[in-house]
């Protein structure tokens, strides 16, 4: 039993690979079941037997995908650690997320989609209304520690990884630019991290 399990899950994964492979070169609408059965080297019936409709597979990836972004940031809170290392050590979480290319394919894919399908707008919205990343867990315990003074821990999360999306995320979903070479890579961080304190630290 255990057995088929695996494979069974490993045909799933091949399935959601096949998907964002075939969605990202042609696009949602132009992608059919039996593109994606090939080119995950399976029958039609066993991606019908996985996912129930192409909307279906759809909602699976996006929710992988936000997981995936959700605990990116994931970090227990230390108190014998510097906020600056630890917040460091987020950063580097963080960017190397965005440089994975397959997390930046099915951000251009969800964006896409969410621009003329009302549907897929509203679920990408209540994923994110329905969850925490795991910074917004560490700047609330770092602010309850008395060692940030935030106010809005969501504006502030926003703020922290919008510094580092801003070199390393939208250039690449908008074709503008790659992700930063390793000259750039930590003077973005640290400069991240900087401004970010600058703002929110405690005052001695």
């Known amino acids: 039993m255990q057995d088929k399990q695996t494979l069974s899950e490993r045909k799933k994964s091949d399935i959601v690979a096949a998907a964002i492979q075939e969605f990202d070169s042609h696009g949602f609408q132009k992608t059919s ?9 399976v029958s039609k019936r ?3 037997n996985h996912f129930s409709s192409k909307d279906a597979l759809f909602t699976e990836i996006t929710t992988i995908m936000w997981e995936q972004a959700l605990t990116a940031t994931a970090y227990t809170y230390q108190k014998a650690l510097s906020i600056e290392e630890q ?7 963080e960017m190397a997320l965005l440089k994975s290319t397959t997390f930046i ?12 399908n009302e549907n897929t707008k509203q679920q990408t919205l209540a994923h994110i209304a329905d969850t925490e990343s795991g910074l917004n867990i560490w700047l609330k315990k770092a602010t309850e520690d008395g060692r940030l003074v935030i106010a809005d821990i969501d504006i502030a999360a926003t703020q922290f990884t919008g510094l580092l999306k801003s070199f390393a995320y939208w250039p690449q979903i908008i074709g503008f630019g790659e992700f930063p070479e390793q000259s750039k890579y930590q003077q973005i961080i640290d400069s991240a ?5 600058g703002q929110y630290l405690t005052k001695a």
């Open 33 to 41: 079941m039996d593109q994606i059965a090939k080119t995950a080297n």
């Open 46 to 48: 066993t991606v019908y």
């Open 87 to 93: 917040l460091t050590a987020i950063a580097e979480q």
């Open 105 to 116: 394919s099915v951000s251009r894919l969800i964006i896409a989609e969410c621009l003329h």
């Open 193 to 197: 991290v900087a401004m970010f304190l």
